[in-house]
């Protein structure tokens, strides 16, 4: 099955007008003619099954057959936060990963041993569109702009779950026997440290601010690994 995302404005009642890369996708390189089936998401939520009706030089128009709402999405929203890493290819396969597994928004994190202090959001954004087509999901993950480990630990009181993976097991205790306790949380909030890990006081910051401690297991993990395990065991855990 082959997905398309367009904007919510190409969606005009009972049409889609598919047009720009989505286009060329369609008509060249997957050579689809009038009625054929395409599934197109506005990336909000909604996945449209659409009959193509007609080719122009540089649109199709298709028509809506049927809708689903949160087609292919997890029953609860996860957001992960992770430092930057030094080798930006490491961050770009967690941003992939995740938006296959079903995570709802992205925050890309400062943290006290953050080594690189830049990110190149259009290039994350298009990693994130790539991955939810390839994986036929309907909603988008919102990609955050670069934000201080401080500052979200302070305002994140929105989240039903707040968590920090941290690999002291003494002090943190495992996911997934946490999460047996936490199968009615809406939201959960997973934070993951940069290659360097957090520091102890940035630890005792999430605590006082509500985050729990958590464990992956007993080896030390990536931080793009770790969270790819959490937002796994959050997805699939509740
Ligand atoms: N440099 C740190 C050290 O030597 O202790 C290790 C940091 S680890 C490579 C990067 C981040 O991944 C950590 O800050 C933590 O958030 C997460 N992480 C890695 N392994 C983990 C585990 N087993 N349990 C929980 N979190 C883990």
Redesign the pocket.
Known sequence: MDFFLVRPDQIHEHVIVLGGEEYKHLSRVLRKKAGDHVFVTDGRGMMYDAIIRSFSRSEAECTIVAAYERWNEPRLEVTVAV?LLRNPSRFDTMIEKTTELGVTTIIPLL?E?TVPKHEKHARLERIAVSALKQCGRSILPTIFVLTKFDTLVRSADRFSLKL??????EQ?QF?GSLLQHHKDAASVLL????????TPEEIELATENGFI???????????E???IS?VSWIVGGM
Do not use: K, N
Request: proline residues 9%; positive net charge; aromatic residues 0%.
């Open positions: 430092s943290c041993r920090v993976a941290h690999e002291q097991t943190s996911l934070v993951v440290g940069p290659e360097g890990g957090l401690p958590v464990s992956l297991g007993p080896r030390r993990l990536r931080s690994t770790a969270a959490g």
